[in-house]
């Protein structure tokens, strides 16, 4: 008779605590950055090509211009390029900065059941606090970690153990919703249970590990983790 008792599946984890990547995840701003990374290079003759968009996405700034300069041999400087990609940003966020489709329903039913909340992204603090604020978000998560809270970016796993410290539970009954293969990559090395949610061009990104590939922060699936 054949031996069943190690054939069973593991119960997943209750979630007691969700993190939020924000570029392209809550708000549209990944859309915008193509924009302006495609501004960018066209001043100086260049394209935007879909593999640099690869490399450069869910990364600090500093460290996706520095690819974009030697990607492309610009003479630019890092801080140069980041004054030219703020003036040029500016005027987006004024005209076309919107929640991603689902992000204030799911962040207010997490409010409503006390599941505690937060923000861990690889953009600056005040382009983060700015971005939350404009689209009604900013007060409704208990913390907001960017690139100034962390020594080592994403894909490196430090931001997102940090979030767990932060929201008080084990990196495993923390669930990480992401948009970017990058992004991804930090939340599964830091073993959170993680939902990929990608949009536009991160449809393409390999998300292994993931516990499941949504179609929008309204996908019913993210409740039903929620849920177990």
């Known amino acids: ?8 599946t593991p119960v997943p984890p209750r ?26 290079l066209a001043r100086r003759g260049r394209l935007f090509e879909a593999d640099l ?24 400087t890092i801080e140069a390029l980041a004054k030219e990609t703020h ?7 004024d005209t076309r900065l919107e929640p991603m489709p689902g992000a204030v329903s799911l962040v207010d039913m997490l409010l409503a059941r006390g599941i505690p909340r937060g923000v861990a992204t690889s953009s600056g603090p005040d382009f983060a606090h700015d ?10 998560f208990g913390f907001i970690l960017t690139a100034a809270d962390v020594t080592h970016g994403k894909p490196h ?12 539970v084990a990196t495993g009954e923390m669930l990480v919703l992401e948009d970017s293969e990058n992004g991804c990559r930090a939340a599964v090395a830091a073993g959170a249970v993680v939902i990929a949610v990608p949009g536009g061009h991160s449809r393409r990104h390999d998300f292994a590990g993931a516990r499941l590939i949504a179609d929008s922060l309204a996908d019913p699936r993210i409740h039903d983790v929620l849920g177990q």
Do not use: C, K
């Open 1 to 8: 008779m054949t031996d069943m008792t190690h054939t069973h």
């Open 15 to 40: 979630i007691r605590g969700v993190a939020f990547d924000l570029d392209g995840l809550l708000v549209n701003t990944e859309e915008l950055y193509q924009h302006v990374g495609t501004e960018l």
């Open 53 to 76: 968009l690869d490399q450069m996405m869910g990364r600090p700034q500093q460290v996706s211009l520095q690819i974009m300069i030697d990607w492309h041999g610009l003479s630019d």
């Open 87 to 93: 003036e040029i940003f500016a005027g987006l966020l």
């Open 131 to 140: 971005v939350l604020g404009r689209v009604g978000l900013g007060e409704r």
């Open 157 to 168: 796993p430090e931001i997102y153990e940090s979030a767990a410290r932060r929201l008080g």
